[in-house]
């Protein structure tokens, strides 16, 4: 089959996809029982798909369309750019206008001292670079046995045999051998769930002190970096108690270890700053990117490096990794006009004065639903957990993500997508979102969530563990 079949009705589609598409993180027999939605296109905050319905959506497609769909400046860009240059690599002493200028942009975004980028087409791929970069690093600094990368459960870090081990998902390490040798979790600063009796203050204190911990446990001298996103993403966007980052930092410091930023949601706007580091008042030593550098139009990550980290790198010798895709030409020139559009644009200063002001009073009022407890924002990021009694922080008792299912699917129904984490329900809207579109956002969610807890008190499901 050599062209796009799109002129066919939905359930051929339907059952092409399920004959030979394999998809990430999903059931293959259940989803081909089923049917895959096909989306077909997509403009602003709404998708489209292949029978004409319009979905608003929630999640920014993967966390990552910043800037909204259907912006042809970037279409544009990149025609222009394969015209012109569509691929050179960066290997063998050689550049690309488009890799050196996205570089350099993004070193003046970033915070004081983080100056220099290495690419990757991937969050995954940049955080497995990461981990090679560190590790030479400390072999370069004379300190070869600082290997081991402290990390946290519940994380996410992408997908690769790297970056899967960084992450912190069980599920994810139940299967494939994971993690890798040289890298161990501590516990997560989920307040909600795990907080007990403790305040959240207390409760972010306690779980960061976990890290002084575990390195005295590891002895310091075999420790490399600790590694945590500002706000927990696909964890369930899990924002953590004011106390946990600033003693975080103090750890570090204290203790020579590389602090690494994952910053591949929180990064190019979504809190509001171009970093979640910038909100959050940490200076990290590596932040990854990816997804919001492009608003997802094309694939790009990397890491982005203190100049103190760089030197010694780039004075070690020859460092031996990278990815074909390095630097790709096209993908740097549409991450480039996606930047230019957020800056100039004022996309920042709408997701401060408007959009994350109005998500988090909109987002607020889902609390007065009977099975929604704890709704929080930061910036465009929100999250809420269902719970069967919410003043006992009570679990329920069917198997996590029974409700949040149920929650999902009739938000799909409801034309929102907003996704579920076992019962934890998130949104991650594109920044440009208007009030109105919060407004529409939020009803289909509330509309959604009573429509599952009916249901699941019709099925006896409305009970604690
Ligand atoms: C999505 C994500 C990744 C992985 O990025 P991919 O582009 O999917 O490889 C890594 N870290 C965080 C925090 C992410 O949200």
Not at 32 to 47: D, E, H, N, P, Y
Not at 109 to 117: I, K, N, Q, T, Y
Not at 320 to 326: A, D, E, P
């Amino acid at each position: 089959m050599t062209t796009i079949q799109n002129h066919l009705p939905t359930a051929e589609l339907q059952a092409l996809d399920a004959a030979h598409h394999m998809h990430p993180f999903t059931h293959g027999d259940a989803l081909a029982k089923k049917g895959a939605r096909v989306i077909t296109s997509a403009k602003g905050v709404f998708l489209k798909d292949s029978d004409g319905v319009e979905i608003l959506d929630g999640m920014s497609g993967l966390w990552c369309v910043n800037l909204g769909y259907g912006r042809s400046e970037l279409a544009e860009v990149a025609a222009r750019q394969m015209r012109e240059l569509p691929y050179y690599n960066t290997f063998f002493q050689t550049t690309t206008v488009p890799a050196l200028s996205l570089a350099a942009r993004i070193a003046e975004l970033a915070p004081e001292g983080l100056d220099h980028v290495f690419f990757s087409s991937s969050g995954s791929e940049a955080n497995d670079t990461n981990i090679r970069l560190v590790r030479h690093y400390w072999h370069a600094m004379g300190k070869p046995s600082k290997k081991i990368i402290i990390s946290r459960k519940n994380g996410y870090h992408g997908s690769t045999m790297g970056g899967a081990s960084l992450g912190g998902m069980s599920a994810m390490h139940a299967q494939g051998g994971l993690p890798i040798p040289d890298i161990t979790h501590i516990d997560q600063p989920h307040w909600w769930a795990e907080g007990g009796d403790t305040s959240p203050e207390e409760f972010g204190l306690a779980r960061a002190r976990q890290l002084e911990e575990k390195i005295a446990e590891l002895g310091e001298d075999n420790v490399a970096a600790f590694i945590a996103e500002p706000i927990q993403g696909a964890g369930g966007v899990i924002i953590p108690p004011e106390t946990y980052w600033p003693e975080i930092q103090r750890i570090c410091d204290a203790h020579d270890i590389l602090l690494i930023a994952d910053e591949v949601i929180c990064g190019f706007g979504r809190t509001g700053e171009w970093f979640g580091s910038q909100a959050m008042n940490i200076r990290p030593d590596i932040m990854t990117f990816a997804k919001g550098v492009t608003s997802g139009y094309q694939p790009v990550g990397g890491s982005i490096v203190h100049k103190d980290v760089a030197a010694v790198v780039n004075a070690a010798g020859d460092f031996n990794h990278g990815y074909t895709y390095s630097g790709h030409p096209v993908a740097c020139a549409v991450a480039l006009e996606n930047v230019r559009l957020l800056d100039e644009e004022g996309v920042l200063q709408h997701v401060r004065d408007i959009a994350a002001p109005a998500l988090a009073e909109k987002f607020a009022t889902l609390g007065e639903h009977p099975m929604v407890a704890d709704p929080r924002t930061f910036g465009m990021l929100g999250g809420l957990q269902l719970s069967p009694d919410k003043d006992a922080r009570a679990k329920f008792e069917a198997p996590v993500g029974t409700i949040g299912l149920r929650v999902r699917e009739r938000c799909f129904a409801n034309g929102v997508i907003m996704r579920h984490v076992g019962d934890r329900m998130i949104v991650c809207p594109p920044l440009v979102i208007t009030p109105e579109e919060i407004d529409t956002m939020v009803e289909r969610a509330l509309k959604s969530i009573d429509e599952a807890y009916e249901g699941a008190k019709a099925d006896g499901l409305f009970k604690s563990a």
